[in-house]
């Protein structure tokens, strides 16, 4: 009988090493996300992305992004000069309105931007993203970048979240986060249930809103 429990417990430990993005208990109790995807073939630290998201790398701006395809939904606030990639810095005295269903048809979204007062309104219909699927995020991501951005119960968070361009920190909402912060952009969140699908939707407002004064050594 210890044979088989010292076997078993010789047995285990290889099993989880070879669980691809399965949740690994440590010690402690921490869950450790694990991922075959290298550093190198990361879509958030390597170069793994496509050139869609790259052309955006850099510019203070965010976008909408499903961990389960890699897709994103730029939010313009601040308008950049497609050629240049510099900042427009001059009055626009419009406000445009995007959004659209992902490619895949994991999520839509529905987008009022205000150039001139930097902020943003609309909403998101999660769809077949209301579920993360953590395999398809370790297929783009590595291991480091997904232990970082997955909280550790990933029951109560969606497949969709916010990416920030300049600092490639990503956030996902979750069900029970009424707002947060992604450097100078906040997102105030409030969920619903949505009354012509299955699925849920959540309300977003976003403000572009940078420190107003440089903090004093």
Not at 9 to 33: F, K, R, S
Not at 79 to 108: H, N, P, T
Not at 139 to 156: G, H, K, M, T
């Amino acid at each position: 009988m210890k044979r088989l429990v010292l076997a078993l417990l010789v047995i285990l430990p290889l099993i989880l090493t070879g669980c691809g993005a399965e949740q690994n208990a440590a010690l402690d109790g921490e869950v450790v996300y694990s991922s075959e995807t290298s550093a190198e073939d990361c879509y958030l630290c390597g170069d793994g992305f496509d050139n869609l998201i790259s052309s955006y790398w850099g510019q203070d701006n965010v976008a909408l992004i499903s961990l389960n395809s890699f897709e994103i939904k730029p939010i313009e606030i601040n308008r950049y000069d497609r050629l240049s990639r510099q900042l427009i810095e001059e009055y626009a005295g419009v406000v445009s309105f995007g959004g659209g269903s992902s490619k895949d048809g994991g999520f839509s979204a529905s987008l009022m931007i205000d150039y001139d007062r930097g902020y943003a309104t609309g909403s998101v219909d999660f769809l077949a993203d209301e579920t993360l699927d953590v395999d398809k995020a370790a297929s783009f991501l590595c291991a480091d970048c997904l232990n970082e951005i997955l909280p550790q119960n990933v029951s109560r968070c969606f497949g969709v979240g916010a990416v920030n361009f300049a600092t490639k920190e990503i956030q996902l909402f979750e069900e029970n986060l009424g707002g947060f912060g992604l450097e100078d952009f906040y997102f105030d969140c409030n969920l619903e249930e949505n009354k012509n699908s299955d699925s849920r939707k959540m309300d977003i407002l976003i403000f572009y809103c940078p420190i107003r004064y440089e903090e004093t050594p």
